[in-house]
C-alpha cells in the first residue's frame, strides 16, 4: 500500500507538470495565430467536439494502462523482491521468492533464490559445526541442570536489579507447595523479579551487609535471615554476592531450605521439656516432703537424708542443661552479625515508632559496645513484643537501659502503669508471649536461643512484672567460627546457562524508549463463545507465555480454562473445540483475571490482531475491576508495516512466510506461542527497518490500515 501511493503520487505529479507544459505551448501557439486562423480552430473543435473529447479519454486510458502495466510489471515486483530478500537473510532462510513479472525480474528472482540457497546452506553447514562444537558443553549443561535440580537446597540467581536468572526445582516447589488458589500470583520464572517471593526490605539488607563485609575485604561476605513466605512456611536464606572481574557486584545467590518443620519441632520440644520441668519439680518437692515427714516419724539422722536432697535440688539444673542441649541439637543455625549497639537501638527506636507509634526512651548505653544478632528477626522480634505489651498495659512508652556486665550485654525495659493496677502484667502473661508466633516468624523464644539471648521477667511479690531484661552477648574478642563464604567471581567459569540478564539495567529505565531485544514480553491469545465483546460474548479460554531475553520461557506458562456462565454455539466450538462441559464448573473471569494481571506485570502484551483480546478484557473491567494498562503489540500490524506488499496477514500466511511451524492452530495457547515464534522472527526485520525501540514499534503500527479497525 505504500509503494502503490508513491508511485502513484509520482504519476500524479509527473502528469500534472506534462499537462502544465503542454498548455502552455498551446498558449503561446494560440498567440501566435491570426485572428481568421483562430476562428477557423474554434470551429473544426466545434464540428468535431465529440472526437476530440473522445481522443483525449482513449490517451489517458492508454496512458493510466501502460503505467499500470509498469507499476505490476516492475515496481510492484522490486518491491516485493527487497521485502522477501531481507526475510531471507533475517528470518527465514528457507523462504523463496515466487514472482510474476517480466523476464528481468523472474532472472533477478532466480538469481537471489540461488543466492539464498548457498546461504541456507552455509547456514545448515555452520549450524551442524556449532553443534558438534557444543556437544560435550552440553552434556555439561545437562549434568549441572540435572544436579541443581537434586540440590538439597533451594537456589535463585538474581542480577543487582533482583531478576531471576536461573533458579532449580526446590525453589520453586518451596514457594509453590500448598500455596492456595488465591496465591497463584506467586509466579516463578526467568526475568520475574526476586521482590515479590522475598521481602525487598530484608534482601536490601542482605545486600548493604555484604557491601560492607566487601569494603573492609573480609574473607567471608554471606548474609544469612530467616523469613516466613506466603506459603506460611518460613525459610532459611544464605545471601552470596556475585561479583565481575572489576570486583563490582552485579547480581546475588540465594541459597535456602525450609525449616517450618525444625522450628515446630523446636516450639513442641520446648513446650514438652517446660511441662516435664514443672511435673519434675512437682514430684521433686513431694518427694522431699515425704523424706522430711519420714525423718520426723522414724527420727532418723539427717545425715541420711542430706544426701537425697542434695540429689533432688540437682535434678532440675541437669534437667535444665539437658534441655539446652536437646534444644540446642534441633536450633537451626544462623550465623550472628556483629552489631554497633547504638545503631541497634536507634534502628529499633526508629521502626518501633514508625511501624507501631511505640516511643522507646533510651535513658542509658554502654558507649562503643557490640552486640552479636541476627539483626532484622532479633529488631522485628523486640519490636513486635514492645507492641503485645503495649497492647496488655494500655501504654506505647517504653523505657531502654543497656549496660554491660563480662561478655554480656543487658537491656532492661521498663514501663509506667498509667491506670495503676488496673493494666498490670502479671508474669503469666510475659510467658505466654514467649510462646507466641509473631507474623509467621518464629517464637520470642526460639528467636532469642536463636540470638543467644536469654529473656528474664521482674516480678513483685504479686508477680506482677514492671521490668523485663533481654540479655545477650556481646561482641567477642574472638569471634565466632562462620563458614568461609566467599563470593563469586563471574567469568570465572562457563557460561553453563544464558546469564545475558546480568547486563539488564530496569531501575528508573523508561519503557518507551527500551530497545526492543532487551524488553520482557507477555504473548497471549483468548478463546471465546463469539466475536462480539459487546454484545455478551465471552472469554472460555486464555493462556500466555513469556519471552524474556529473546527467548520463549516455556516454563513460565499460564494457561486456564473460563467458565463463562452461558452457552458456547456450535459455530465457535467448531473453531476453537471447547464445549460447555470443559468449562463447566472451571473458575470464572473475576477469579483469572487477578492472576492473569500479576503474570502480565512489568510486560509487554504481544497477541495476533490483539485488538480484540484486548477488546474482551476491556469489557470486564466493570466487574472485575482489573485494567491492564501494560504497552501493546500486535504481529497483525508489524506485518503490515514490515510487508506491505503482502495482502494478507493472518496468522497462518505470516507463519508460512516467516517459516514457523504452528501447532494447535485456534487453541489459546496454541496461538500464544505460534505468535510468539511470529514476533521473535520480527524482531530483525524490525531492527533492519531502523525500528528499535518500543516507541519506534508503536509509533510504525499506527500508520497500518489494520490500526484503524475497531471492535
Known amino acids: 500500500m505504500k509503494q502503490t501511493n508513491r508511485f502513484w503520487r509520482f504519476v500524479f505529479f509527473a502528469l500534472a507538470a506534462t499537462l502544465v507544459v503542454i498548455t502552455g505551448i498551446l498558449f503561446l501557439l494560440w498567440q501566435t495565430l491570426s485572428r481568421e486562423e483562430g476562428r477557423i480552430l ?24 501502460g503505467l499500470e502495466i509498469i507499476f505490476v510489471t516492475y515496481i510492484k515486483p522490486l518491491k516485493k523482491i527487497c521485502d522477501e530478500a531481507s526475510m531471507i537473510y533475517s528470518s527465514n532462510p528457507s523462504h523463496r521468492i515466487t514472482i510474476n513479472g517480466n ?77 492456595p488458589s488465591l496465591k497463584a500470583e506467586y509466579f516463578i520464572g526467568l ?39 506466603h506459603t506460611g512456611h518460613l525459610i532459611s536464606v544464605e545471601t552470596i554476592p556475585i561479583l565481575d572481574q572489576k570486583k563490582e557486584m552485579t547480581g546475588f545467590i540465594l541459597t535456602f531450605q525450609d525449616v517450618s518443620d525444625d522450628i515446630n519441632t523446636y516450639d513442641i520440644t520446648h513446650k514438652t521439656l517446660v511441662t516435664l520441668k514443672k511435673e519434675l519439680s512437682k514430684y521433686i518437692l513431694l518427694v522431699k516432703e515425704e523424706l522430711i515427714q519420714s525423718y520426723d516419724k522414724n527420727r532418723m539422722n539427717s545425715s541420711g537424708r542430706l544426701p537425697l536432697i542434695k540429689i533432688l ?18 536450633l537451626t543455625k544462623v550465623p550472628l552479625t556483629k552489631l554497633l549497639l547504638s545503631d541497634f537501638l536507634n534502628s529499633m527506636k526508629s521502626k518501633a515508632d514508625s511501624q507501631y507509634g511505640i516511643k522507646l ?92 539471648a536469654q529473656l528474664r521477667i521482674i516480678c513483685d511479690s504479686f508477680d506482677f512484672c514492671s521490668q523485663i531484661n ?85 516454563q513460565d506458562i499460564f494457561e486456564e480454562l473460563v467458565d463463562p456462565k452461558r452457552d458456547i454455539p456450535m459455530e465457535s466450538y467448531k473453531i476453537h473445540g471447547i464445549n460447555y462441559e470443559m468449562v463447566n464448573g472451571k473458575k470464572d ?22 485488538a480484540f483480546d484486548m477488546k474482551m478484557l476491556k469489557v470486564k473491567e466493570k466487574t472485575t475491576q482489573i485494567k491492564f494498562s501494560n504497552p501493546v503489540l500486535d504481529t497483525l500490524l508489524l506485518s503490515a508495516i514490515l510487508h506491505p506488499v503482502h495482502e494478507r496477514h493472518d496468522m497462518e500466511n505470516i507463519a508460512k512466510r516467516l517459516g514457523v511451524n504452528i ?26 527497518n531502523g525500528i528499535l525501540t518500543l516507541k519506534d514499534a508503536i509509533k510504525a503500527s499506527k500508520k497500518s490500515y489494520y490500526a484503524r479497525l475497531k471492535y
Request: glycine share 4%.
Open 361 to 452: 526512651n533510651i535513658i542509658h548505653q554502654t558507649e562503643n559496645n557490640r552486640i552479636q544478632a541476627d539483626k532484622y528477626l532479633f529488631t522485628t522480634a523486640l519490636i513486635l513484643l514492645f507492641k503485645n505489651l503495649s497492647d496488655i498495659i494500655l501504654n506505647n512508652e517504653f523505657n531502654i537501659a543497656s549496660l554491660k556486665t563480662g561478655n554480656r550485654i543487658i537491656f532492661e525495659i521498663t514501663w509506667q502503669n498509667r491506670l495503676f493496677n488496673k493494666n498490670q502484667i502479671n508474669k503469666n502473661q510475659v510467658e505466654t508471649l514467649l510462646y507466641k508466633r509473631f507474623n509467621d516468624l518464629p517464637s520470642l523464644f526460639y528467636i532469642l536461643k536463636l540470638n543467644k
Open 103 to 179: 523476464k528481468d525480474i523472474k532472472d533477478l528472482s532466480s538469481v537471489i533464490n540461488s543466492f539464498a540457497d548457498l546461504f541456507e546452506n552455509l547456514n545448515k553447514n555452520i549450524t551442524e559445526q556449532i553443534l558438534a562444537a557444543r556437544k560435550k558443553t552440553e552434556e555439561e549443561r545437562n549434568l549441572l541442570a540435572a544436579i541443581m535440580a537434586e540440590l538439597p537446597q533451594g537456589v535463585f540467581i538474581c542480577n543487582k536489579c533482583g531478576r531471576i536468572l536461573l533458579f532449580n526445582s526446590l525453589a520453586k516447589k518451596i514457594f509453590s507447595q500448598e500455596s
Open 313 to 330: 535440688d540437682q535434678l532440675p539444673r541437669h534437667h535444665e542443661r539437658v534441655s539446652d542441649i536437646v534444644l540446642d541439637a534441633i
Open 470 to 554: 533481654i540479655i545477650t552477648r556481646a561482641e567477642f574478642k574472638t569471634p565466632l567460627r562462620e563458614k568461609l563464604r566467599p563470593p563469586v567471581i563471574a567469568g570465572s567459569r562457563p557460561e553453563f546457562y544464558d546469564f545475558n540478564l546480568f547486563k539488564t539495567e530496569d531501575e528508573n529505565l523508561d519503557l518507551l524508549d527500551t530497545n526492543l531485544r532487551t524488553i520482557t514480553y507477555t504473548v497471549f491469545d483468548t478463546e471465546t463463545t463469539g466475536l462480539n465483546p459487546d454484545g455478551g460474548d465471552e472469554i472460555i479460554s486464555i493462556a500466555a507465555v513469556r519471552i524474556v531475553n529473546l527467548r520463549i520461557a516455556y
Open 589 to 610: 473471569i473475576r477469579t483469572i483475571l487477578p492472576i492473569f494481571k500479576q503474570f502480565t506485570s512489568n510486560t509487554v502484551l504481544v497477541g495476533h490482531n490483539i
Open 663 to 688: 501447532i494447535g492452530r485456534h487453541t489459546a495457547l496454541g496461538d500464544a506461542i505460534a505468535t510468539a515464534e511470529i514476533f521473535l522472527k520480527l524482531l530483525p526485520i524490525l531492527n533492519s
Open 42 to 65: 474554434i470551429s473544426l473543435a466545434n464540428d468535431y467536439f465529440l472526437y476530440i473529447i473522445s481522443a483525449v479519454f482513449i490517451c489517458i486510458a492508454v496512458t493510466f494502462a
Open 191 to 229: 526475568g520475574r523479579s526476586i521482590f515479590h517471593l522475598i521481602d525487598k526490605e530484608l534482601i536490601g539488607h542482605a545486600i548493604e551487609e555484604i557491601q560492607t563485609r566487601l569494603k573492609n575485604e573480609q574473607k567471608s561476605v554471606a548474609s544469612y535471615f530467616i523469613t516466613p513466605i
